[in-house]
């Protein structure tokens, strides 16, 4: 399994970008990156997954450059409500992610 | 979908007293995984099934922690006796993986277990 290390916290204004890396330095070559959400009191949340370059959907983007030793989440124009835990995951099909303590983010007002 | 379901949601017992959680998996995901997270130690992975199987149980603590997975659509995990250092959020999570290489978790609200 990919060990991952991302920031314990981080804080941001409502309204600007947000962007979370992740390192992934022995990440295996069929290993996904996937990223998860988490509320207070509220299970995690899957946000987004990718292999390589960009992937983008409705609440999120990622960036995985070429070498795949690292990702960044990109989340725009953050609000009050984007406040949670982010956790950067490594793995494929075969095996169970695992968590780390993940990115505390506080948009502030 | 409902989704994954837990019961109970909170859970207040005695030290000693015997504590069984229960989880409803998304119907048709072959895998099945039960979390427990603490302030100090995160999400930890606990035990996981596919099709009912236990597949990896390294993460229970000790003996006193049991799971079960009697069909595709119900799980218990049992602490007895429970001790105040059980006292956390755990968490359900079922999969349809092994399909294909990509793997997505979907958690249940949890149950906030608080022994005293």
């Known amino acids: 399994l990919a060990k991952t290390t991302q920031p314990i916290s981080m804080d941001s204004y409502e309204g600007q970008e947000v962007n979370i890396t992740c390192s992934h330095n022995?990440?295996?070559?069929?290993?996904?990156i996937t990223w998860y959400q988490q509320f207070p009191s509220q299970g995690p949340r899957f946000i987004i997954q990718g292999y390589k370059t960009k992937v983008t959907n409705e609440v999120a983007s990622l960036f995985i450059p070429a070498d795949r030793k690292s990702s960044t989440l990109s989340l725009p124009r953050v609000s009050l409500s984007d406040t949670a835990v982010y956790y950067c995951?490594?793995?494929?099909?075969?095996?169970?992610?695992?968590f780390g303590k993940g990115t505390r983010l506080s948009v502030i007002a | 979908d409902a989704g994954v379901i837990q019961s109970p949601r909170h859970e207040v017992t005695e030290m000693g007293q015997e504590v069984t959680l229960r989880c409803k998996p998304i119907s048709g995901h072959d895998y099945l995984f039960w979390y427990r997270q603490t302030m100090m130690r995160g999400l930890e992975l606990l035990i996981y099934?596919?099709?009912?199987?236990?597949?990896?149980d390294s993460g229970m603590p000790e003996d006193r922690f049991s799971a079960k997975m009697p069909n595709a659509s119900f799980s218990t995990l049992k602490i007895q006796p429970s001790e105040p250092r059980d006292s956390a959020v755990y968490f359900c999570?079922?999969?349809?993986?092994?399909?294909?290489?990509?793997?997505?978790?979907?958690f249940g609200p949890g149950t906030r277990l608080l022994v005293l």
């Open positions: 099934f596919n099709n009912n199987v236990p597949i990896d």
């Open positions: 995951l490594g793995g494929s099909g075969n095996t169970p992610l695992v």
């Open positions: 999570a079922s999969s349809p993986i092994g399909s294909g290489d990509k793997e997505t978790q979907y």
């Open positions: 022995n990440i295996a070559t069929n290993d996904y």
